[in-house]
C-alpha cells in the first residue's frame, strides 16, 4: 500500500483537509481523511510525508493535441489533421500518438496526468478523440477511454481550409450542412442495420459504412461531441444541431461564450475554455479574454480550462488556471477547471478528477499552494506509482 501523510488536500469533492492522508492500494484510492483516521503502517508499506505540502488530483487537460502535433518537429510529427476530407469521423486518435513525445514527459514534470487528446479543427468532423495518462510504454498501456469523443468544428477553421481546396465547405452554412447531412445518414444508417438484425431473413443487410459506423455512438449519445466553437453565432449553431440530433456536446474553445452565458446556462451544457494564454492570432479571436472562464462560472455553467496543446504547451495547464482566478474566477471554481470539471465535460470523471475512494491514484503533489508562481511540483503518481520527483538542488 502506498500512504501520503500530512499533506494538505484538496479533494475536488466534498471536504478538504488541513492536516490529512490519501491511501493507495492497486493502483486506486483506498481511502482519504484526517491524519487522525489514516491506517498504521507497515515495513511493507510505501510512505511519502508531505509534510504540509498540498496535494489534489493530477491535472486533466480536456483539449490537446499532445502525442499529435510532436515537440520540435513540422510536418514530419504534425498527424493533427487529415486535411483531404472534410468528413473523417473513422479517424482514431490513437493511431497518431506518438507516446514519446516529449509534451507527456513535460506534462508529468508539471502535474498533468490526464491528456484528452485528438484530431484538430481542419475538417468539419475530424475524428476520434482519446483520454489518456501521460505515463506508459505504448499508447495502449495509456488508454483511460477511447473513444473519449468525436470531433466536430464550426467557424473559420474549415472555411478556410477548404476555400483554399476551391472545395466544401467555403461557408459557415456548408459546414452545418455537411454534418446535418452526416448525422441524418447516420440515423438511417443505424436504423438499417436495426431493421436487418430484427428480421435477417427478409430484410436486405446494408452495405458496410465505417464513416457512419463511427456516427452511431454520437446518435445514441454514447460518446460526446466536442463541438470547435469561438464566435458566438458559431455557438449557437452547434446547440441548434445539438438541439435537432439530441447530440450530447461540450462547446470547445468558446472564446465569445462569455457574451451569451445566458444562452449557454440555458442549454446546460459544459464548456471547456482555452487556448487564452495566446495572441489572438486570428479573427475569431478578437473577443479573447482570461475573464470568460469566471464570467462563465459566475453563471451556474460548469467550466472546464484547456491548454490546446501546442497553443499553450500543456505544462502551462495550471498556470491558465491561475490567471483565470487573476481576472475574476474563484480559486475553488478555477481549481475544478483542471480537475474534476475537465473529467465530467470528457465524461471521464469515474476514473480520475478527483481523490475519491475507488478512482484512479492519480495525484499531484505541490510545494505550495498551486497558484503561488513560485510553488513547484514535488511528486506527480500515476495509478498509484510515482512518475515525477522534483530532484534536489
Not at 10 to 20: H, L, Q, R, S
Not at 62 to 80: A, K, N, Q, R, T
Not at 190 to 213: I, S, T, V
Not at 278 to 290: C, I, P, Y
Request: with cysteine.
Amino acid at each position: 500500500m502506498l500512504i501520503i501523510k500530512h499533506a494538505r488536500i484538496f479533494t475536488m469533492a466534498e471536504n478538504d483537509y488541513e492536516n490529512g492522508f490519501v491511501a493507495c492500494n492497486e493502483g486506486k484510492i483506498a481511502a482519504v481523511g484526517p491524519m487522525e483516521d489514516c491506517p498504521a503502517t507497515s515495513a511493507d508499506d510505501q510512505v511519502v510525508d508531505a509534510d504540509g505540502m498540498v496535494l489534489m488530483p493530477g491535472l486533466v487537460d480536456p483539449h490537446c493535441h499532445v502525442g499529435m502535433v510532436e515537440d520540435s518537429l513540422g510536418f514530419e510529427g504534425d498527424d493533427s489533421n487529415e486535411a483531404t476530407d472534410p468528413v473523417t469521423p473513422q479517424l482514431r486518435a490513437i493511431d497518431g500518438i506518438n507516446p514519446y513525445d516529449r509534451a507527456f514527459e513535460e506534462a508529468r514534470q508539471f502535474g498533468v496526468t490526464t491528456v484528452v487528446t485528438g484530431p484538430g479543427s481542419a475538417n468539419v468532423i475530424g475524428g476520434q478523440f482519446t483520454a489518456l495518462k501521460t505515463w506508459g510504454r505504448t499508447v495502449d498501456e495509456m488508454i483511460l477511454k477511447d473513444p473519449c469523443a468525436m470531433k466536430v468544428a464550426f467557424g473559420e477553421n474549415p472555411k478556410t481550409v477548404y476555400n483554399e481546396k476551391h472545395q466544401l465547405p467555403t461557408t459557415r452554412m456548408a459546414t452545418a450542412a455537411i454534418l446535418r447531412e452526416q448525422l441524418f445518414k447516420a440515423r438511417e444508417y443505424l436504423e438499417a442495420w436495426q431493421e436487418y438484425e430484427k428480421d435477417r431473413e427478409n430484410n436486405e443487410k446494408p452495405e458496410f459504412d465505417m464513416k457512419l459506423e463511427a456516427l452511431i455512438p454520437v446518435i445514441k449519445r454514447r460518446l460526446v461531441v466536442k463541438a470547435h466553437a469561438h464566435r458566438a453565432d458559431d455557438i449557437v449553431t452547434a446547440l441548434r444541431i445539438a438541439r435537432e440530433f439530441n447530440l450530447d456536446m461540450t462547446i470547445e474553445h468558446c472564446t465569445e461564450g462569455w457574451l451569451i452565458p445566458d444562452v449557454l446556462k440555458e442549454y446546460g451544457c459544459d464548456v471547456i475554455v482555452g487556448p487564452l494564454l495566446t495572441d489572438r492570432s486570428k479573427v475569431e479571436l478578437r473577443n479573447q479574454t482570461f475573464r470568460a472562464p469566471g464570467i462563465l462560472a459566475s453563471h451556474g455553467i460548469r467550466v472546464a480550462i484547456m491548454t490546446d496543446h501546442p497553443c499553450v504547451p500543456v505544462q502551462h495547464l495550471m498556470l491558465c488556471a491561475a490567471l483565470a482566478v487573476r481576472e475574476g474566477m474563484d480559486s475553488r471554481e478555477a481549481l475544478k477547471a483542471v480537475t474534476i470539471n475537465a473529467a465530467r465535460a470528457c465524461r471521464i470523471d469515474d476514473r480520475v478528477g478527483s481523490l475519491e475512494p475507488g478512482k484512479d491514484a492519480d495525484m499531484v503533489l505541490y510545494t505550495g499552494h498551486p497558484f503561488d508562481y513560485m510553488t513547484k511540483v514535488y511528486m506527480t503518481l500515476i495509478n498509484g506509482r510515482i512518475v515525477y520527483k522534483l530532484e534536489k538542488g
